[in-house]
């Protein structure tokens, strides 16, 4: 089955930590996303690669980091310089530029910082 | 800054009743629109998209949008609702040029048996 995958479901780091979030796409797909989502304020763009070893960031990059070594992973690492990083963290993939290809969405990783 | 408007947070709405749900963006020469569905605790799934050509779309599930530039809207309607039709909804754009999605805050639709 071609998809996204993000690991894990749920996430309890203390704070101060840094924590990775997986994003794994077996769909060939160029382009990659992380979205942060918080109740009633829609999806925030984080970062996004239109290819690999190169990003670009979105409105809220501050206290996030991501690497692109591979075309089917993306990571996103949550530094502890993020003053409130518990959330629910979407990652995407689309075939090519984020501006007229479908994004394809993985379930979600619902990190609390403790 | 670009941006997309979502007018109503929630909309609740009896089951086979029609609904409308609302979202308007920044006026621009240039947008590519979106609306997305996300049910509870997953990720998103494309309903529909206008790029160009007919400004009625229609998508999956017997939702279909109308893109209307003299108004800057882009609203999503379906017109019998069913309970399984329960989630929030977001409407996106992108405007000129290889630029990411902007996403509206989202309205989740509840469906009332």
């Known amino acids: 089955d071609g998809g996204i995958t993000q690991s894990p479901k749920y996430l309890f780091r203390k704070e101060g930590q840094n924590v990775t979030l997986s994003c794994e796409q077996n769909l060939n797909h160029d382009a990659m996303y992380w979205y942060r989502q918080d109740p009633g304020q829609g999806l925030r763009l984080i970062y996004y690669?239109?290819?690999?070893?190169?990003?670009q960031k979105g409105d809220i990059a501050e206290g996030y980091s991501v690497s692109r070594e591979k075309k089917e992973s993306f990571p996103l690492t949550v530094t502890s310089a993020q003053k409130n990083p518990t959330a629910f963290y979407l990652c995407?993939?689309?075939?090519?530029?984020?501006?007229?290809?479908?994004?394809?969405f993985g379930p979600g990783t619902r990190l609390t910082v403790l | 800054a670009q941006s997309v408007t979502q007018l109503d947070s929630q909309v609740p709405v009896f089951e086979e009743a029609p609904v409308e749900l609302r979202c308007n963006y920044s006026?621009?020469?240039?947008?590519?629109l979106f609306w997305y569905v996300q049910y509870p605790n997953q990720g998103l799934q494309l309903l529909l998209k206008y790029l160009s050509g007919s400004t009625l779309v229609k998508g999956i599930n017997g939702f279909e949008a109308e893109f209307n530039k003299s108004q800057t809207s882009f609203h999503l309607r379906k017109p019998s609702v069913h309970i399984s039709d329960t989630a929030e909804y977001f409407c996106?754009?992108?405007?000129?040029?290889?630029?990411?999605?902007?996403f509206g805050k989202g309205t989740r639709l509840s469906v009332i048996a």
């Open positions: 996106a754009a992108s405007y000129q040029g290889n630029t990411p999605l902007v």
């Open positions: 995407a993939s689309s075939m090519a530029g984020p501006s007229t290809d479908t994004q394809y």
């Open positions: 690669s239109q290819i690999v070893n190169d990003f």
């Open positions: 006026s621009s020469v240039s947008v590519y």
